[in-house]
């Protein structure tokens, strides 16, 4: 089945122009004025944008996680990411300290298998010895993996220390493969939850007061030294502070390879969320690194114009109420997670392109092409042109929508963008050459979503 | 006559890939593989890199200046250009104080005539009032102009003060046009160059005291503010100062749109050159800005790397020895410009991509791409893809060369960049789709260059 | 008559101990424990801190301007210095164009006689030719002045050009006295008055809308560009913006001596009171520059506990209802002024000190000793030592207070603090050795202040 | 025995004036005009500067390292400190692993006896317990210790990982002692280590190379912001890079309290010395940070100029050709330390003073006032007023002398200094009230020297 956009605004990262494109056995076969296609579906779109599917680098579904698992799976996850324009998502896979990565990369496939949408893994090094660096070769070359991450928090569980890093962004560099973090200082946050514990602040409140900005900059600043000492790129995920964009800019401005990553949440949500006097509408917030006060929004939003931070993406990992109340009494036990794939596109367009921050070409940089030429998906995926995948987005700049967990597709009660007005919404989206999401309704089925290979040495 | 490029790696601002490429009037006809055609010509590019033509957005040939005129005119000049694989020059119109823009823009066009590869113009703005507004928005509407200089030195001649800087960066903002600048306060330099002077200081190595760094910091940063003040965007022209580097970098960084060319020359020589004891030789350097202090080199290279600098120029402006002696007793008299039309890619990959500070594709940004957007040029040219401009390079990325005076089209007998061993050199170029250039042989004809129409509201 | 100061602790920018004083004659006497004098007014300063009187740097008393006089004349403005626990001030002696510096100068010292409070001049640069420099010399070497201000802003009036700043630096230079400057550039902010008035914004919401943070910005780093290219010393007045921050920091950072003046106003009030819809109430906060938005407090309040700024001040200058109303139809004809000579100390004990921004030393320093050393009247004042001026200020920590119009000194009916709760409270002022200010009643009488000579080459 | 300074020109850290001066019984009795005393030893200080004796905050006297003891022991280390003008040293206590804190400082404190210049101790963490914190409660409360050492580097020795550091830095800030870090990245200095050595590289020209700029970074970085983070003040030794420079000005910027310590070797000696030839020569620079890029001298000496870093130091820690030796075939182990003691207010006097960069003034904050005050020592040390301790430095600044191992004192038979021409020595010692050195002559003994007690909660 074929299908003809015709007459959109056809906006790339680098090109805006009006021109009807038909999508031929998943790809792009043709762009041109006036096309037509006898056994194509026809979907008019006279006065929107046609845009590359947007690729969301960072999503945990059903993840396995501080004793529960995440509510949104391959399934409802990726569906809820067709519905807000997005075509590809990255998760990760996280191996248990002592776990075989093969064998956690096998059981993350197993999962995807009922993926609406298309996905690809990034790997997570979450111990050391000489069958990791096997592995990572094995995945390398067999595996399409290209990139492997580092949870510089969470001690005494899959916390990386300096040597593990130093092993693994080494290893990496052999490799080509490229080294991702996320960075918290975890000897800080181990400290501080247990002084905060001891003076008997449970609540959620005192989440935000156990992640300091500085414990992020900290880290953010550590990853990127060590890579830049060993010659290694590095990608930051989930930047939310003011330093960490600092730290990244500083070492940019200085000829290092460093790529940030920020959330949709973190650029438009702040910690005030975290005084709210419901229990459940403060802990439904409790994600790592949490919400941020008001002027490290600037300083996300500086850094995204300005070239420091190049990805957008949110962390999707979607815990429901009940699961969130498994801290009732102890703030470091409530699950970290906040979902968002859904709404990540509409919301980068309200508070970025309606407010004049950004150009609708930078949004599709931001959405999708970035991560595609940092990951190496480029130009197969974050493209719009002839033999290119057929993922795409017909955007609807006119269109206005409150975003609200009473009709996201997430699966969980709760939304952090709840009530906010945007001006900009997907109004169908492609994924591998057909309507996936059409007006408010999923078409694709589950299982309709590709695996990606990555291949390593990406050109940056 | 068409022209099919066998077997080259087609490498451009985001992709590198090996491909055939087929040129058939003027234009990009077919990239692909094993592609054939009956009556072209056929260049084996095997081994060989092929890239968008250079384009130089800072020459001035044949320019009436310092009462003589500068010796390259648009035939050698862009004879030179093709021999160093640029295939467009941005060129300047600029009036003399309360002359018609239009009738000195009219002047430059027919000089131009003769010119071997494309070119286009910015206008200066050198005085103000309401024809002045007035001629520039026909220049806009009827002559392709899109950009418009101004001279923040050059006091009691052309310089342009605040109150020009405001009214004119005020109109561009209105038409959509991009103001650019040429940035050192020009009452220092007055100051200095009469104090030097004074002080019986009056040979070339004078001529880099009276323009110290922070001459060029301070206007670099006040136009930015300006522009910045009134929501204009802003390019800067020969940036040459850590200063001036970091100015635009704090402007990007809090959300500005400013851009920044720095000149091959700027990148690899420093101001040793003014303490030759051959008068001659010190003189053949004297341009402004002038050549610095060893830590603006690296300075500039970090701005390179990290974005603050987007476009590589030459502002060639060739005087030969008899026009530099007209200051042999006073610096001030000196006509101000070196040539590198025809080196400024060689320069730029020996010293950029051979020393791993930037990759073969931001290369092509760099020397071409990255300029077309600015000046929206592009996709039309900084380019490879079907329906653009056959306009390339083919580069042989193993051939070594030495820079020479003696062996540049240039018609002065200095060269900069004397004796500089490059590996990367241009063995044939395209332009327009024919062959103007063949391994030291020009091929093109006087006048076969083509005025190229810039429209406004580029889309940065 | 001698004064005797008991049990007080003695706070200066370095030290913190408990003694006695003993001022005899003017200067500090004694210093010591169980000091006793037979004929001296003890006062009991247990519990209470003794520290250096206040200098306040920058003031306007009965300043002719925007055609009306300041309210506060040297007597009333003097007398609420000294209220507020300020022993100096430094005012301005700003001739018109054309008008001789020393004439100008007699006739602010012949106002100046009627004084509470001892007090200095700072002479304005507002024209330029042979007899100005001529009389800057005549200044420094027979009147004991040793600073020279210029306003960049105010076009078509007492603007001083590029021009007239390289030549007045370049005389202070040569003088060894130090150039000062307000920082806005006059040409945009001409620009953007007219702007508003020609869209019919008239009121006093149009006048920070005329006066952006980037045109300060922009005029300090020209300020601070042209200073270093000449090799001069520069001191910035009423920093408001964190871009004349930052611009004072690069400076400072790369070895240029450059010093920063901040005014209490402008790091406790923001822009938000020029919505009052009130005209009066906003009108009577139209001062230049005009109070900013929130996050330039922040900066400033960086600046100065990193050192960037270095002086507080207030730019008292004070318009009554009746003045302001002069600019009823037209913001650009408001009187620019505040008052808060009165309220300096007590604003930056209670939003430095009591907040945990700065120490008891570090206030000392920026309120007194900073400026006695930046302008060389250190250690005669800013200093608690033996044969140092007896002009000291008895403060009380733990006393509170509501600052309002009603209760200050000043001759205005309006007060920008009005309402603010401060902590800690001048009890006692004590100038040249007498108390001039007890509990709230002035004891000094008109003309007991003193003209203070300050000579040249201050020694940093 | 009472001596009297006559005619000499008092140089504190912020005034300059004529006095004489009077010391009585170990202090300072009297400064004033046409002082005399029957019993003093009159000294003629006319021409000549009279400054407080240098502080060196960074010496280790007999320090067993490496398997050897430093030759340099607290008698042949403090002679030379005194010939140098330097009349205090802050050594360290370096407990080995597990052994008691109080044991090790007694230790010290035996070996200490010996000397002749006043001394006082910095206690390093070199591992952690309950009783580690307990004994540091005990050298605050009975052996007046306020600070103390954590060293990032050095792995599988002394290295304090970051739990040590986050709770060494709470017990410190607890306590009001400040902790003070060497800061190099212990992880990655062993991975490059290791790789240079399987690399087969063993000599002296692999030790930069181990330890390169950036590991410097971000340890700078990772101390201040667990500081920071945890509320507490800290100081780094001897900070020898552009980007630790940069670390302690963002902190600073950044309203956090962070000193800087930079020594008098890395200021003007760089890394080229580890391309000595002669082996012996390039492994007597071997010390831990190593000598760098000349880029990085400028970057320190901006840190001065600035006010980044505000004490100066020599990390004296001699080593002889013989103990060098030890690292022959293994680059490892070669025992890191220089000497210096004796050079260091020399060196800063020619390099900075005599070159424009810092007033005599700053010499005098750098050398001596600014390590009193943040060690808690002033207004004991670091000054020149009535009752301040009488360790005085009479300084010639008009006599040469070319610094040489042939006429050091120290014990060692290498300068890195060596060669280099001074202008402005210390002619005359007064330690105590003493004359400890004068004109070549060491006059002190053994024994002479003073532990001096540091209280807590220095007021910064
Ligand atoms: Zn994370
Ligand atoms: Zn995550
Ligand atoms: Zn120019
Ligand atoms: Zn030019
Ligand atoms: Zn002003
Ligand atoms: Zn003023
Ligand atoms: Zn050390
Ligand atoms: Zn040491």
Same mark, same amino acid.
């Given at each position: 089945?074929?299908?003809?956009?015709?007459?959109?605004?056809?906006?790339?990262?680098?090109?805006?122009?009006?021109?009807?494109?038909?999508?031929?056995?998943?790809?792009?076969?043709?762009?041109?004025?006036?096309?037509?296609?006898?056994?194509?579906?026809?979907?008019?779109? %006279?006065?929107?944008?046609?845009?590359?599917?947007?690729?969301?680098?960072?999503?945990?579904?059903?993840?396995?996680?501080?004793? &529960?698992?995440?509510?949104?799976?391959?399934? &409802?996850?990726?569906?809820?990411?067709?519905?807000?324009?997005? &075509?590809?998502?990255?998760?990760?896979?996280?191996?248990?300290?002592?776990?075989?990565?093969?064998?956690? *990369?096998?059981?993350?496939?197993?999962?995807?298998?009922?993926?609406?949408?298309?996905?690809?893994?990034?790997?997570?090094?979450?111990?050391?010895?000489?069958?990791?660096?096997?592995?990572?070769?094995? #995945?390398?070359?067999?595996?399409?993996?290209?990139?492997?991450?580092?949870?510089?928090? *969470?001690?005494?569980?899959?916390?990386?220390?300096?040597?593990? #890093?130093?092993?693994?962004?080494?290893?990496? #560099?052999?490799?080509?493969?490229? @080294? =991702?973090?996320?960075?918290?200082?975890?000897?800080?946050?181990?400290?501080?939850?247990?002084?905060?514990?001891?003076?008997?602040?449970?609540? @959620?409140?005192?989440?935000?007061?156990?992640?300091?900005?500085?414990?992020?900059?900290?880290?953010?600043?550590?990853?990127?030294?060590?890579?830049? =000492?060993?010659?290694?790129?590095?990608?930051?995920?989930?930047?939310?502070?003011?330093?960490? &964009?600092?730290?990244?800019?500083?070492?940019?401005?200085?000829?290092?390879?460093?790529?940030?990553?920020? #959330?949709?949440?973190?650029?438009?949500?702040?910690?005030?969320?975290?005084?709210? =006097?419901?229990?459940?509408?403060?802990?439904?917030?409790?994600?790592?690194?949490?919400?941020?006060?008001?002027?490290?929004?600037?300083?996300?939003?500086?850094?995204?114009?300005?070239?420091?931070?190049?990805?957008?993406? %949110?962390?999707?990992?979607?815990?429901?109420?009940?699961?969130?109340?498994?801290?009732?009494?102890?703030?470091?036990?409530?699950?970290?997670?906040?979902?968002?794939?859904?709404?990540?596109?509409?919301?980068?367009?309200?508070?970025?392109?309606?407010?004049?921050?950004?150009?609708?070409?930078?949004?599709?940089?931001? =959405?999708?092409?970035?991560?595609?030429?940092?990951?190496?998906? *480029?130009?197969?995926?974050?493209?719009?042109?002839?033999?290119?995948?057929?993922?795409?987005?017909?955007?609807?700049?006119?269109?206005?929508?409150?975003?609200?967990?009473?009709?996201?597709?997430?699966?969980?009660?709760?939304?952090?963008?709840?009530?906010?007005?945007?001006?900009?919404?997907?109004?169908?989206?492609?994924?591998?050459?057909?309507?996936? *999401?059409?007006?408010?309704?999923?078409?694709?089925?589950?299982?309709?979503?590709?695996?990606?290979?990555?291949?390593?040495?990406?050109?940056?």
């Amino acid at each position: 089945m074929n299908v003809l956009l015709k007459g959109g605004t056809v906006v790339t990262h680098e090109e805006t122009y009006v021109a009807d494109i038909l999508c031929t056995d998943g790809v792009i076969a043709e762009i041109g004025d006036n096309l037509s296609a006898a056994d194509a579906e026809v979907i008019d779109a %006279t006065g929107k944008m046609i845009m590359p599917g947007g690729i969301d680098p960072h999503t945990h579904m059903q993840l396995p996680f501080m004793g &529960t698992v995440a509510k949104d799976d391959f399934a &409802t996850g990726t569906a809820a990411a067709l519905a807000g324009g997005t &075509t590809t998502i990255i998760d990760f896979v996280i191996p248990s300290p002592q776990q075989s990565l093969l064998e956690a *990369y096998q059981q993350w496939r197993d999962w995807a298998e009922k993926a609406h949408s298309n996905y690809t893994f990034h790997v997570a090094i979450t111990w050391w010895d000489d069958s990791v660096a096997s592995e990572m070769e094995t #995945l390398v070359e067999k595996h399409g993996v290209n990139s492997f991450k580092h949870f510089m928090a *969470y001690k005494n569980a899959i916390m990386a220390t300096d040597d593990i #890093l130093v092993a693994s962004f080494t290893k990496c #560099l052999e490799l080509g493969a490229i @080294p =991702t973090v996320h960075a918290e200082n975890g000897e800080l946050v181990y400290h501080l939850q247990n002084k905060l514990l001891e003076q008997g602040v449970t609540g @959620p409140e005192a989440h935000p007061l156990s992640r300091p900005s500085s414990v992020e900059g900290e880290a953010a600043n550590r990853a990127i030294s060590i890579a830049k =000492t060993l010659g290694a790129p590095i990608y930051l995920v989930h930047v939310s502070t003011e330093e960490a &964009t600092d730290a990244i800019r500083y070492a940019k401005d200085h000829g290092h390879t460093v790529f940030g990553e920020v #959330l949709a949440g973190h650029l438009v949500v702040d910690d005030s969320v975290y005084q709210d =006097t419901d229990w459940g509408k403060a802990a439904a917030h409790v994600m790592s690194p949490p919400f941020r006060p008001k002027h490290h929004q600037d300083a996300l939003w500086k850094g995204v114009q300005g070239g420091a931070l190049q990805t957008t993406a %949110t962390d999707h990992c979607a815990f429901c109420a009940a699961q969130k109340a498994m801290g009732q009494d102890d703030f470091t036990k409530i699950p970290n997670g906040t979902a968002g794939v859904e709404e990540r596109m509409m919301v980068l367009w309200e508070k970025g392109v309606n407010d004049g921050k950004i150009t609708p070409n930078e949004f599709v940089a931001l =959405t999708s092409t970035n991560t595609a030429k940092i990951f190496n998906m *480029y130009p197969q995926k974050g493209c719009i042109r002839v033999g290119a995948d057929a993922d795409l987005v017909v955007w609807d700049p006119n269109q206005s929508r409150t975003l609200s967990a009473a009709t996201h597709k997430s699966a969980i009660e709760h939304s952090i963008f709840e009530g906010m007005e945007v001006q900009g919404v997907p109004e169908t989206t492609l994924c591998n050459g057909k309507v996936a *999401y059409h007006k408010g309704e999923i078409r694709s089925q589950s299982g309709d979503g590709r695996y990606i290979d990555r291949p390593t040495y990406a050109p940056f």
